[in-house]
């Protein structure tokens, strides 16, 4: 379940991002990977929508959110956080 | 060119249903934003805004207009009603030619297409009413307008996301202002405060769910309204002759393309637009004493907005007062610069400045003078409105003091 998040959290950034899977790293900020603020509010859309879930996120200050934005691994954390707390 | 003066105002909004009102909530520095009563709002995230509450339809229209009026006419009929009222204009003879009506609106009759969406997708009909694309039309507000007072001049609507309006008062401006017309109806008007309407936004996540806070450190977004305005431009020489009252001259105006981002706004643009707007009415950047803002609340558009008006205006910047009414109001969308511009009425006639309401922490990329909380008494000569839009499409007014 943990890799199953991880792989399709990195594969939706690595597709915002213009990418190949390969070239998204753990440590890399959407800045690195030149993500913008319009791709990081689809990027949130499409994590939504992969796993029914609902990010906290307002896109007015992106660094005072719930939802920690500053790495990959840190959206993948939350991501599987909220993937947990879901009602099963 | 012709001089141009505005002879009458109306309006309906969140905080009144007439101009005396909304003027006096902007000097209590009064908050209209509440909980939405809408239809399943419990499916939405954002579940506040500037809704027009008590709206009785019946009180104004019967049941044939009713079913010919999406809620966007509505308001914008009885927003005319006061502003031609207040003017004494009468377009019965031979005026009628030389008048017509220009309005914005972003969205048109967006409750109309939210209600027969639902009737053929949710419930399954497969017949809606024969009136739903009069309805709906974006232009249906300046065609009724047109009818209700007999202008058969040019007619037309103006759609540029949040600065329709102001790009539809420009053009009445530039209309009478050139002699092409004596009169004009104009402002604009929104009602996308329904499921579609709200859910629609929410998807940006920029919308605030508690609070308009323009300028503040901890704002949060920007709060959806409602309503119209609507404004009687006139000739002033036509004005003069028939001894009508001149609330304001509107003195220039100017718009720009930021031709950079569809949502982020772009400071050279803002800036040029305003620029543009005091070359166009003459005007000296130190004249001018106060700003309505674009001030949506939301962290890209004000400080945007801020660094613009520092750089156009350079020392005078920390001299003049800038302030954002959506604080109380809501973000009408397309009919956000009309309302808006009752602020700018207000400050120069009555001399007193509306304030930037929802203000908590001082941010030091908007380091202005916004006019924090509560009204300020002010003579002013010169004042500017601004809107930005979504497109990067930018329209900026400048009226000056009539007496």
Known sequence: MAQDVKDRVMAIIAEQAVLDVEDVKLDSTLEDLGIDSLGLVESIFAIEEAFDISVPFNANDPGDNDFDISSVASIIAAVEGLVAAKPA | ?403
């Open chain 2, 1 to 403: 060119m012709n001089r141009v003066v505005i002879t009458g105002a109306g309006t309906i909004n969140a905080l009144a249903h007439d101009v005396p009102g909304t003027l006096e909530a902007f000097r209590e520095g009064r908050c209209g934003i509440t909980d939405l009563v809408i239809r399943d709002k419990e499916r939405l995230s954002i579940q506040i805004g500037g809704q027009v509450h008590h709206w009785d339809a019946e009180k104004h229209f019967n049941r044939q207009q009713i079913v010919l009026y999406d809620k966007f006419t509505q308001f914008t009929l009885l927003a005319a009603r006061e502003a031609v009222t207040q003017s004494g204009l009468n377009f019965d003879g031979r005026l009628s030619y030389d008048a017509g009506v220009i309005l914005g609106t972003a969205g048109g009759g967006v409750n109309t297409w939210d209600e027969n969406y639902r009737a053929v997708y949710e419930e399954g009909k497969n017949r809606v009413h024969p009136f739903v694309v009069p309805k709906l039309m974006n232009n249906a507000a300046a065609s009724h307008l047109s009818m209700e007072f007999n202008l058969k001049g040019p007619a037309f609507t103006v759609a540029t996301a949040c600065a329709s309006s102001n790009h539809a008062m420009g053009q009445a401006f530039h209309m009478v202002r050139s002699g092409m017309t004596k009169a004009m109806l104009t402002g604009g008007s929104e009602s996308m405060l329904c499921f579609g309407g709200i859910k629609a936004w929410e998807g940006l996540r920029v919308m605030s769910k508690d609070a308009c806070r323009p300028f503040s450190l901890n704002r949060n977004g920007m709060v959806q309204g409602e309503g119209a305005a609507v404004f009687v431009f006139e000739d002033y020489e036509h004005a003069r002759a028939r001894g009508a009252v001149m609330l304001a001259e509107v003195v220039g105006f100017a718009m720009t393309s930021d031709a950079s981002d569809i949502v982020m706004p772009s400071k050279q643009g803002a800036a040029r637009a305003m620029a543009g707007a005091l070359r166009d009415g003459r005007l000296n950047a130190d004249e001018v004493g106060y700003i309505n803002a674009h001030g949506t609340g939301t962290a890209a558009n004000d400080k945007t907005e801020c660094a613009a008006v520092a750089d156009v205006f350079g020392h005078h910047a920390d001299r003049l007062m800038i302030s954002s009414t959506k604080s109380m109001h809501g973000h009408l969308i397309g009919g956000t610069g009309a309302v808006e511009l009752l602020a700018c009425i207000m400050a120069l006639r009555d001399g007193v400045i509306a304030p930037t309401i929802g203000y908590e922490e001082p941010d030091p990329e908007c380091a202005l003078d916004v006019v924090p909380n509560v009204a300020r008494n002010a003579r002013v000569d010169v004042v500017l409105s601004n809107a930005f839009a979504f497109g990067g499409l930018n329209a900026v007014l400048a009226l000056r003091r009539t007496a």
